[in-house]
């Protein structure tokens, strides 16, 4: 992986690729780079529960139909003749997929590389949904949607996506080529100036070799605020600036019906909003806006950032 400190920014951002390859067609569908296995069963079953638990689909699904109401009325109207097509990209267990119909979507992709999770999310899915067509899961992103689509939704999906010029061409690349011209892209992420101000449930850690020295010395000793693997939350550690590409370790906890506390930690990657509007515009999707979350009286708990496949686009700069 490249760290901050091994590629000089200016280099890094003066990396544009006009868009990300054109993935391979064959069989109909386009594969995407494997994430690896850490989406077992165990952790579908727990973002289910922590999902339920915390009340995040409700907040984003607000805000979501929010800024696309506000980009384009048609979004709101779930009578339009035209099939639109939508694309939940990283989908995990399908809360978000099996809701965009009600946002006017007639043709509904759930696209994740973990095979537990596409399990669970076809589980959770209503099967009139499912059976009529309308919502669809896959590992790949079938062929006939490219160029198609009017809205890719990234939710906490571009911490898998590692070095830089994967996140540009893997992640963003690939959601651009899936985007009709002036379609809409939605991505939820932490907002990268309060990444070490987050609500409890989740907590964002990082190894203590990457803690830059002058800041260990201002903190408790790190055999104490590590924990078995070497990572420390950025909670507990004075504010400093996080390197590009730095490997976080994300704790998670929430309680399921029955009062259990569950628990879980996931591996994943540090990228500056400043970095992701970079990166997404290398790939040809201008950010039209941005907002953080509030989640209960949480504020700055998740952000939220609308792009366009648009040349015309209005751009915002961070
Ligand atoms: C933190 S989970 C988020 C899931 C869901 N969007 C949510 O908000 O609950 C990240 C998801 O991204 C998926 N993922 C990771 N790399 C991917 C890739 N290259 N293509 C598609 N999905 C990927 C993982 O399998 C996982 O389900």
Not at 80 to 93: E, H, L, P, R, W
Not at 187 to 193: A, E, F, I, K, M
Not at 264 to 287: F, H, I, P
Request: charged letters at 20%; aromatic letters at 10%; proline letters at 6%.
């Amino acid at each position: 992986m490249l760290t901050g400190a091994e590629t000089k920014q200016g280099t890094l951002y003066g990396h544009r690729h006009a868009m990300g390859a054109a993935p391979s067609r064959a069989q109909g569908l386009v594969s995407v780079p494997h994430e690896g296995t850490q989406y077992d069963k165990k952790i579908a079953e727990f973002f289910d529960i922590f999902n339920e638990d915390t009340g995040r689909p409700e907040l984003y699904y607000g805000y979501m139909a929010g800024f696309l109401r506000q980009a384009e009325p048609s979004f709101d109207s779930t009578t339009c003749a035209k099939k639109k097509i939508a694309v939940d990209f990283g989908c995990g267990t399908g809360w978000l997929t099996k809701r965009l119909p009600s946002l006017g979507f007639s043709d509904v992709h759930g696209i994740d590389t973990s095979p537990d999770m596409l399990k669970l999310a076809f589980s959770k899915t209503p099967n009139n949904l499912i059976s009529k067509g309308i919502v669809r899961y896959n590992n790949k992103v079938p062929a006939s949607i490219l160029g198609q689509c009017e809205l890719v939704t990234m939710v906490h999906v571009h911490y898998h996506f590692q070095p830089f010029e994967n996140l540009q061409n893997n992640l963003f690349g690939a959601v651009s080529s899936m985007l009709a011209p002036n379609g809409h892209a939605i991505l939820v992420g932490c907002p990268s100036d309060h990444i070490a101000d987050t609500p409890e449930h989740y907590q964002n850690c990082i190894h203590m070799d990457d803690v830059p020295p002058a800041i260990l010395e201002t903190a408790s000793d790190p055999f104490i605020l590590g924990d078995e693997d070497g990572y420390i939350a950025l909670s507990c550690l004075p504010r400093f600036k996080l390197k590009e590409g730095t490997p976080m370790k994300v704790t998670f906890n929430a309680l399921d019906k029955n009062g259990k506390p569950c628990v879980a930690s996931l591996m994943d990657t540090y990228w500056s909003d400043k970095a992701l509007v970079e990166a997404a515009q290398g790939a040809g999707l201008e950010l039209i806006g941005r907002e953080n979350l509030m989640w209960r009286s949480h504020p700055n708990a998740y952000m939220m950032m609308h792009f366009k496949k648009s040349t015309h686009a209005r751009s915002l700069h961070l």
